[in-house]
Every structure is written in C-alpha cells, then in structure tokens.
C-alpha cells in the first residue's frame, strides 16, 4: 500500500480508502460480523483511513465500523460526517457518532454535504456547525475539521483559500474532473488534503 501525507496535517492516509456506503444486506439485515471482516481484511492490506457517516446502510454503517474497531489488526484513522445547519443539533450528532464507532475521537470530522456557496455561509456563521467543531477539537474529541462538499470547482477553490479547512471531501472522477478541478487545485496551492469519493461515479464507470 502505498501511503500521502494528508495535507498539512502530519498524518499518513493510504491512497485507497474504504468506504462505507455499500455494505451487503440480506433478508435479515447487515451481518456485522461478516461487514467487519471486510473492513479488518482491508486492515491487513494496508488500508488506514475509513469513512462512513450517519444514514448510509440504513442509519447502519457507523454501527459496523464500531463493531469493527473493537478488534482491528492495525492503527487507523476515521472520518464521519454530519449535515446539520445548527451547532447544537452538530454536537449531538457528534457525540452519537463517538459512541456507535466506539472511538473516544474522529480523527477527520466532515461538515456534511454543502451544495453551494449560501449552505456554505450558513454552516459557517456564529453559533454554527463549523463553531461547534472548533469547540469540539479544544476538547480533544475531534483532530481535523473538514468539509464534504458537492460545490463547483470554482466555489471550492474560494474555500480552500480561506484555510477554515485541514481537509476536503469532494466526488472527482474521469466524468467530472473538468467540473471540479480549479477546487483541486486551489487545495494543492493551500495544501488543503482532498479524498475523493464516487471515483467509478457510483458504479456507472
């Protein structure tokens, strides 16, 4: 596996990530057992950086990695994510999140889903969600604050610049580049890390 700093942070994040949107199901639900072998085989391969959020796999996923970290082979990092406008409903999100990926920190804790420029305003002004996680990183319960965002390449490129972010969350694929890719740029020239996600754009590449 082959491993990049991520942005300015310090921290090592293998090239490939596991998501965690698509596990199986069948007729009686998620096997945590069996999703969690997934996740520790992709351990073993090298994978250090897992992502999931609330609501994927039926509100599930969170509950699947915490499964998981109860007995992982090698150190990793986890990222989540949360949609919330107010700071208040954050926090509960996040404390919610600790406790079903029963971990004590997210390393990478995402401001979820900003379409574009006036969503982004909104979760940054006062008493907002981008406030509570800096409250929330003073406590030690969140290491980077991140933003996952479906802006054009132009909107993130004015976020990069303003360096609120240690990292950005965006879909980038061979459909899409072209729409997105004065954001990556902007990223490199703040070194802001990018992950992408949808890299086969959900399955139709």
Known sequence: MFYKEYGRTGKK???????????????NGYDYDYCAKMIHEASRLGVNYFDTAPFYNDD??????GHAFKNMPNDFYVSTKCA??????????????????????????????????????????????????????????VDHICISTHCTGDE??????????DGILLG???????????GIKAAFETETAVVTM?????GLI
């Open 13 to 27: 994040v293998s090239f490939i990530g596991f998501g965690g949107m698509r596990f199986p199901k069948n007729d």
């Open 60 to 65: 599930k996923s969170e509950e699947i990695f």
């Open 84 to 141: 919330a406008w107010k700071g208040s409903d954050l926090r509960s999100s996040l404390e919610k999140s600790l406790k079903r990926l029963n971990v004590e920190k997210i390393n990478f804790f995402h401001i979820w889903c900003v379409m574009n420029m006036d969503d982004y305003e909104k979760r940054m002004a006062p008493g907002g969600p981008y406030e509570e996680l800096q409250k929330a990183k003073t406590e030690g319960l």
């Open 156 to 165: 993130i490129a004015k976020i990069a610049h303003q360096r609120k972010f």
């Open 172 to 182: 980038y694929n061979v459909l899409n580049y072209k729409y997105r890719q004065a």
């Open 198 to 202: 949808n890299p086969l754009g959900g």
